[in-house]
């Protein structure tokens, strides 16, 4: 409904009989008035919360009303006897407030504002103005205007637009026989403090609220109101750890009594102005409050007690990420100067958890310390400023100004050709999540998407060409499809790989018939011969989007033609859609039923490549899965393996890790014949990772034949790092405005420290290659829901951990034919945390704390893959001994 319809129905309710509650001249109403706020987990009572309640005496009385409109009144409310008391029953040892009194606990500034009268201008039932003193504290103010937005409300049954404490909001009433229920539609509401959340839904926070207010009348006027607002927030991928905020209001008329005559005046203005000079419209909303930490740590400090747990030792143990995000609460709240302190103090050996830390802050002084801090055109700081980067790319929140400053950075001077091309990348990534939030056509956005669309074609230097389209990969663009599907068919197989691989990416909606017939061609080879893992790549996207019949048939019939791994790889590859019924299924299923496709010569294909797809977890809230597909060449040698696993919770997917290993022109080593296509590949070995869908830089293990060589009597056999370092995951914070004036604020943030490590070693001695991937990870998430009146303050604290592993490792034995291979994915056993604190605090020092934690181990386990693999596990390590 539109601002001017519910304006006029406001209006139109007016006129028949009274809009709103209508006061008697020369009358005092007393009224008994509870506020009261707890906080808890989300399944809590009310006997175990935290949190107070606050009683008083309120009078009510009319002070003027327009003469020509019964419903158009200044009212004068003043509250007396404030007691503060638990919201439940405590034993005294957990009573924070026993033993103090209002004054005690308040102040006697604070209780004297408190008690000092104010006035509100209802006009139709809706509040047109609230008057109190602009030297009052926001706290107090807050508190009066919460008592004043329960006295609007509209007798007749309707949607209006209605301004109260919450902001702007729709509400809906319904008028029943001398009762009125109001239910505030909050989603609705339009405040000025906004907060920011996570733009991944899987990785997220979900907030269910509600305000209802019953209003019982009797001659029009208001007998009692009883307000109960519930806000629930909960983490999207464990909804066991979620929090609650529960507020609720009490009105209740106990008597009336003879009061002051109406005062004489020609509008609300000038009444209140011969009332008290100093009085003034405030405003109904509610004002910013601005907590005061007293005693709290500098960031400095903050820094000292947690610098150890940041250590790289530290970093698969949960210490690490609980520091980390402690760390970044303390530096959201810092100046450039202290951040620049901390960051000039660490160790060698702390300071690129130290630079995860400071990024990820995404405030405007750590960008700044930041940029200040780093020197882009020493190629000695490769490592630091790498740290900057990627933290960049995984930032929960990204705006404007850091995609500037990384464009600023890619103008300048740049020392190592490796950050040029993280740079680059990167900046995808970011114009994909500013596009997510609705920032495409920022100015700084529409520059850099320019830049990588124009960047594939404007330069010659394969390594460039490589790092345009690893971000246009990232920026996700629709734009770059055409480009894409133009570098599917390069001659360069990694052009087409990367240009493949970002196809698949897309939602099959915007992959055309155009793209479809290149994808095709590159597949069947139709215009040139195409290496296998390009062919491979080209059969995924077919496959993943939305085939015909006639692709699906064209496919299988291919079987049976291709080169030997591929059609073991193909034959794989159909399986496990169907077993693991994929989209394709369908449509595969009836492709199958004729016996031309479906028949033994074909499907009976031996050899060792694979691909197979499984679940990791599965739970209510989220469901996890991986899939592990593998390609070798004729010879027995890796050429790709592929390693994927999602996440996905509410209908929302999140590609949380892709590790890819590719091999090359290694034939060469043990004296066999290269496959079609693949005659004149330069020796090559790689890894490539994707990380909650960010695309990071491929790390090359060795690259021609002498470097090969040089790094095959080197090899220790340790994996090599491609990344490292700490993540912030979660990140939601809120200030959620309470119909009784108090305001809760809700922090959500999750970090994770990881280790991803990859390696290859090929044996010429035993013929024997061993293909390792290694992640070590631990993940800690905390939700924290804090009410502070800078006179007490009422939390709850709930928050889980985790430490795990998973290893996946390929042997390949190449002395006979056909070749051996085992394939392995291990996770270690696991323990998952729970906590759960609630905190009360005094502004006195006077503080409670209650504290609970449970514990669980979840058992390792290898994965299962297809009963071939096992077999052949069995062969390999009979044979190794």
Not at 357 to 385: E, I, R
Not at 560 to 588: C, T, W
Not at 653 to 665: D, M, N, S, T
Not at 695 to 704: A, C, D, E, H, S
């Amino acid at each position: 409904m539109s601002l001017p319809r519910l304006a006029s129905s406001v209006s139109a309710s007016a006129k028949g009989g009274a809009a709103g509650p209508r006061l008697n001249n020369n009358q005092l109403y007393k009224f008994i008035y509870t506020t009261e706020v707890l906080v808890d987990r989300a399944s809590g009572s009310k006997e175990g919360s935290a949190g107070y309640k606050i009683s008083s005496h309120v009078d009510v009385n009319l002070v003027w009303r327009d003469p020509s409109s019964k419903d158009d009144q200044l009212i004068q409310l003043a509250i007396s006897n404030v007691k503060l008391e638990p919201v439940s029953h405590q034993p005294e040892k957990k009573d924070v407030l026993h033993g103090s009194t209002a004054e005690s606990v308040l102040g006697k500034t604070k209780l004297a504002a408190l008690t000092k009268p104010f006035f509100l201008h209802l006009k139709n039932g809706k509040a047109k103005a609230f008057y109190s003193y602009w030297a009052e504290p926001a706290t107090i103010k807050n508190l009066k205007r919460g008592l004043a937005s329960l006295l609007q409300v509209q007798l007749n049954t309707g949607k209006v637009i209605e301004n109260d404490v919450s902001g702007r909001c729709t509400v809906e009433y319904r008028a029943v026989k001398g009762q009125v229920t109001r239910t505030k539609i909050l989603e609705t509401c339009k405040t000025e403090e906004t907060g920011f959340t996570t733009h991944t839904q899987v990785l997220g926070v979900s907030r269910k609220s509600s305000s209802v207010t019953v209003f019982t009348l009797k001659g029009g006027f208001i007998q009692s109101a009883v307000a109960e607002e519930t806000h629930s927030l909960a983490v999207n991928a464990r909804r066991s750890a979620a929090v609650k905020v529960v507020s609720r209001q009490t009105l209740t008329l106990v008597s009336t009594e003879a009061g002051s005559f109406e005062a004489a005046g020609k509008d609300v203005a000038g009444v209140v102005k011969s009332i008290d000079a100093k009085l003034a419209a405030v405003g109904v909303a509610a004002e910013k409050v601005k907590s005061q930490c007293k005693g709290c740590p500098s960031l400095f400090e903050h820094w000292q007690a947690h610098q150890k747990q940041l250590e790289p030792a530290n970093l698969s143990k949960a210490m690490a990420p609980r520091s980390f995000l402690a760390i970044i609460q303390s530096i959201r709240k810092a100046s450039k100067d202290e951040i620049l302190k901390v960051l000039k103090s660490a160790s060698k050996t702390s300071l690129p958890q130290v630079v995860d830390a400071v990024t990820s802050s995404q405030t405007a002084a750590s960008l700044h310390a930041m940029l200040d801090f780093l020197n882009f055109t020493d190629a000695k700081g490769l490592v630091l400023q790498e740290r900057f980067l990627y933290a960049c790319g995984f930032a929960s929140h990204p705006n404007e100004k850091m995609l500037q400053a990384l464009l600023d950075i890619s103008k300048g001077k740049i020392g190592s050709t490796d950050i040029k091309e993280s740079l680059v990348i990167i900046m995808g990534a970011l114009v994909y999540k500013l596009c997510q939030k609705g920032g495409c056509n920022l100015p700084t956005v529409v520059q850099v998407k320019k830049l990588i669309l124009e960047g594939p074609d404007s330069t010659r230097v394969e390594s460039e060409v490589q790092m345009y389209l690893l971000a246009l990969k990232n920026s996700m663009l629709p734009e770059a499809i055409p480009i894409f599907t133009k570098y599917a068919e390069s001659e360069v197989g990694a052009y087409s790989t990367i240009a493949l691989t970002a196809l698949q990416r897309y939602n099959a909606n915007l992959i055309t018939d155009e793209v479809k017939q290149t994808v095709n061609r590159v597949y069947h080879q139709n215009q040139r011969i195409y290496e296998k893992n390009v062919r491979a790549a080209a059969a995924d996207i077919i496959l993943s989007s939305n085939p015909s019949y006639i692709e699906v048939k064209n496919l299988l019939l291919s079987i049976g033609n291709l080169p030997h791994e591929m059609n073991k790889y193909m034959v794989s590859k159909i399986q496990d859609i169907l077993r693991f019924e994929m989209p394709a299924s369908k449509i595969i299923q009836r492709a199958l039923k004729d016996m031309n496709t479906h028949n033994y010569d074909r499907f009976a294909k031996t050899g060792s490549s694979s691909a197979f797809s499984g679940f990791m977890a599965q739970s209510a809230d989220v469901t996890s899965t991986y899939s592990l597909d593998i390609l070798y060449s004729g010879s027995g040698i890796l050429r790709r393996s592929n390693m994927n696993i999602y996440g996905a919770s509410n209908g929302a997917v999140l590609h949380g890790l892709q590790v890819a290993i590719e091999a090359q022109g290694l034939e060469s080593l043990i004296a066999a014949t290269p496959d079609e296509g693949e005659e004149d590949l330069e020796s090559f070995a790689g890894m490539s990772a994707l990380l909650f869908d960010v695309q990071l830089r491929p790390v090359t293990f060795f690259k021609g034949y002498s470097d090969l060589m040089s790094k095959m009597f080197s090899m220790t056999g340790e994996p090599m790092n491609v990344v490292k370092g700490l993540i912030l995951l979660t990140d939601h914070s809120e200030v959620i405005q309470l119909q009784s004036g108090l305001k809760a604020s809700a922090e959500f943030q999750g970090g994770l420290a990881i280790d991803i490590s990859g390696g290859m070693e090929i044996s010429l001695w035993y013929r024997e290659s061993k293909t390792s991937i290694n992640n070590r990870g631990a993940l800690v998430v905390t939700g924290n829901v804090t009410v502070d009146m800078d006179f007490m303050r009422v939390g709850v604290e709930v928050s889980f951990e985790t430490e795990a592993s998973l290893d996946f490792i390929t042997t390949v034995q190449f002395s006979e034919y056909p070749f051996l291979v085992c394939m392995q994915m291990d996770k270690t056993t696991f323990p998952i945390s729970e906590y759960l604190s609630k905190y009360e605090s005094l502004s006195s020092g006077k503080s409670i704390m209650s504290r609970k934690s449970r514990k669980q181990l979840i058992p390792g386990s290898e994965f299962p893959l297809h009963q071939e693999n096992s077999n052949m596990c069995k062969k390999v390590f009979d044979s190794s001994w």
